[in-house]
């Protein structure tokens, strides 16, 4: 089955850029969507198919995704930003299926 | 706008049947714009899909779950439901219900979630 690595935790000041990969092979052939879950709560979708925001989303949440690789960043990091965040894609191999990474924990400093 | 409310028990004992009901309200689950979703939590962990259903019927379960995991739709109730049998303390977890757009070939992303029901295994 498909598989998508993310790294645990990734730590940003207030004002900078975070950045968060979603790791899967040839992930730039797939659609990916990304989710923001803050404690408590329920998860909200910042970026779905690689770029496009929801309605209410600010645009300092943006996507990109090639090759092996697709990264959400998050640019003038702000306090309200922290949480843990998870990328997600359709399993090519079974077209069906649904597959999340393991979640990045964002840490403002 | 569609919102989800899942609902049922919140401690469930080992062996037994998780049983859990999300009523989708703002919309009808038979406008087949989507396809209705669990997903699950486990306690400090990662998110994991279960399954979804169609309003025709249709089901995809996750495969490492298939053999315990049911999920049906009540088109007169607006309503789908989970069942998970044989559950252990591994299955304790917030449960999610979710919504997916679809639109021809195309499916996208959970775009509405209910607000999650912790469900514990315990005796």
């Known amino acids: 089955s498909y598989v998508l690595t993310q790294p645990p935790s990734v730590s940003v000041a207030p004002g900078q850029t975070a950045r968060i990969t979603c790791g899967g092979n040839?992930?730039?052939?797939?659609?990916v969507h990304w989710y923001q879950q803050k404690p408590g709560q329920a998860p909200v979708l910042v970026v779905y198919d690689d770029s496009d925001r929801p309605s209410g989303i600010p645009e300092r949440f943006s996507g990109s995704n090639s090759g092996n690789t697709a990264t959400l960043t998050i640019s003038r990091v702000e306090a309200g930003d922290e949480a843990d965040y998870y990328c997600q894609v359709w399993d090519s191999s079974s077209d069906h299926h649904v597959v999340f990474g393991g979640g990045t924990k964002l840490t403002v400093l | 706008q569609v919102q989800l409310q899942e609902s049922g028990p919140g401690l469930v004992k080992p062996s037994q049947t998780l049983s859990l009901t999300c009523t989708v309200s703002g919309g009808s689950i038979s406008s087949g714009d989507y396809y209705w979703s669990w997903i699950r939590q486990p306690p400090g962990k990662g998110l994991e899909w279960i399954g979804y259903i169609y309003y025709s019927g249709s089901t995809y379960y996750n495969p490492s779950l298939k053999s315990r995991v049911t999920i049906s739709v009540d088109t007169s109730k607006n309503q789908f439901s989970l069942k998970l049998s044989s559950v252990t303390a591994a299955d304790t977890a917030v449960y999610y219900c979710?919504?997916?757009?679809?639109?021809?070939?195309?499916?996208?992303?959970?775009?509405?979630w209910g607000q999650g029901t912790m469900v514990t295994v315990s005796s």
């Open positions: 979710a919504s997916i757009y679809v639109w021809g070939s195309y499916r996208g992303a959970f775009d509405i």
């Open positions: 040839n992930i730039g052939s797939k659609s």
